[in-house]
């Protein structure tokens, strides 16, 4: 059997130090295998049981192992089975279970740069996927830094509950029905513990500080090297444990995981790029035009929290600065750049004002800043008065966080840098909010969309050479996603 033939070539001992583990469908579930061992798995009500495992399984489906920054610095290439993979049965389920899901995943180990980058994320295990969630205003409960976490299907059911989306009768991302629910198709649950239901929000800003590592952010907090978010988080609730992305955690699928509380298998959008069956092209949404356009992807069923706010308060204003979920919102920066309409920019002293003055020589650095200072000045302009009320719901993307984590590992000094120029953004921000009067009367949040793991120095090596090596004809997507039917 191909399939069959294609996980013994990849997890052969010979590839261990390059594939931490591939994930495939079975006959009546699911198998996760590696060199040091496997697990099949299966659906049962609403849970999964283990159908049967050998050696070494390569996940530990547990929460409870959350490595503190030392200790994931002291082991940063940690694979899969020697620490946590919250969620690893359902995440791996509803991912396969897509129509556009490969025949097999390959999820690489953190000792190769697939990609040829310093850090990474994408696959199960904790540093990738676990992402900081910290929200602080009227509705939310003064709790501090809480040693629990959250999931990012459960962003949306919170942000629609703050912005006060009454409850409906709804379902689930395959259609089973749920009552109580805050958006029309929802998989996630709103965290009723952090929410104070005597008070609500006048207007919510989500600034989303693209694949920071959560222990690294806490750690910029506790040097007071984010000083606007740690403000947040004094006086609101901070997930110490994090915020945990679907499979795969990455930043299209969880974007829209985030704004629409379904998984990536289910919401049409599976990740950054794979293979449409149905039309038997590729799909890259990392290419600027498809980026653009992103949410044509999306289920029309399924509600953003933008449509969610306008079902229950047509009159209610949203605005989406670069970001990739912004169906259904008043004005978005992707929206005036579809209809090729002129965008505001800031003047150059606005695009330096955060700069690092070491790092913002970095061609990479300097570039991505400007896009930040960018996004803000979007949203800035809807709060200065000159575009009549403020929304009442404002989303601000920041990609500088994601682009250096990449360029030079999770917990090094051009990252802590992106970190402290980011949380200068939030401020700059929130001083605009303050001016208008209105702060005390609006509620921040700030999260991640995945984490980002340190990975090891070397060339990446091509899987899919092998597998033609031996004799094995296929379809291979951004280095990870094998379509055997797709040739």
């Given at each position: ?222 040097d007071g090297e984010a000083p606007n978010i740690a403000a947040l ?94 169906r259904g919102s008043d004005w978005s920066t992707w929206a005036e ?151």
């Amino acid at each position: 059997m191909p399939l069959d033939r294609t996980e013994a070539v990849l997890t052969d001992p010979t590839l261990k130090s390059l594939v931490d583990a591939v994930v495939r469908k079975t006959e009546d579930g699911y198998r996760m295998a590696s060199a040091r061992g496997s697990i099949d798995f299966r659906r049962d009500g609403d849970g999964f049981e283990v159908v049967s495992q050998t050696g070494r399984p390569p996940v530990n489906d547990t929460v409870a192992d959350r490595p503190d920054a030392g200790s994931e610095q002291a082991d940063p290439w940690a694979t899969l089975g020697n620490h946590a993979t919250p969620y690893a049965f359902e995440h791996t389920a509803q991912f396969l279970d897509s129509e556009q899901a490969p025949d097999l995943a390959v999820l690489h180990t953190p000792s190769h740069r697939f990609h040829g980058n310093a850090g990474e994320h994408g696959s199960l295990g904790i540093t990738q996927s676990r992402a900081p969630f910290i929200a602080a205003g009227p509705g939310v409960i003064k709790r501090g830094v809480v040693e629990e976490h959250m999931r990012m299907v459960d962003v949306a059911p919170t942000l629609a509950a703050l912005l006060g989306c009454p409850k409906i009768d709804g379902v689930d991302g395959v259609g089973t029905p749920r009552s109580g629910v805050r958006l029309a198709v929802q998989d996630g649950t709103e965290r009723s513990e952090m929410l104070d239901p005597d008070q609500r929000p006048e207007h919510v800003i989500v600034f989303l500080m693209d694949g920071t590592n959560n222990n690294a952010l806490h750690a910029a907090i506790a040097d007071g090297e984010a000083p606007n978010i740690a403000a947040l988080a004094e006086r609101g609730t901070a997930y110490r444990d994090g915020l945990i992305a679907s499979l795969p955690t990455a930043t299209l699928a969880n974007h829209t995981t985030s704004m629409t509380g379904v998984h990536p298998g289910r919401s049409g959008i599976l990740h950054n790029t794979w293979f449409d069956r149905s039309c038997g092209k590729s799909v890259d949404l990392l290419e600027l035009e498809s980026m653009m356009r992103a949410c044509d992807h999306l289920r029309p069923d399924i509600e953003t929290v933008h449509e969610a706010l306008h079902r229950a308060r047509p009159e209610a204003k949203s605005v989406s600065a670069f970001e990739y979920a912004d169906r259904g919102s008043d004005w978005s920066t992707w929206a005036e750049f579809r209809s090729k309409r002129s965008v505001s920019s800031p003047g150059d002293e606005e695009r330096r004002r955060h700069r690092h003055p070491e790092f913002g020589r970095e061609p990479k650095y300097r570039y991505m800043s400007v896009i930040d200072a960018q996004s803000v000045h979007h949203a800035q302009r809807f709060w200065d008065g000159s575009q009549g009320e403020p929304p009442e719901f404002t989303f601000v993307n920041f990609s500088l966080t994601d682009d250096i984590g990449h360029f030079r590992g999770p917990h090094s000094d051009m990252t802590r840098a992106a970190i402290t120029d980011t949380d200068a953004r939030i401020g700059q921000l929130l001083e605009v909010v303050e001016a208008s009067g209105r702060l005390d009367r609006t509620t921040a949040v700030v999260y991640a969309d995945h984490g980002m793991q340190q990975v090891a120095e070397g060339e990446p090596v091509d899987l899919g050479a092998i597998l033609l090596q031996e004799g094995i004809p296929h379809r291979m997507i951004d280095a990870q996603f094998v379509y055997l039917d797709a040739v």
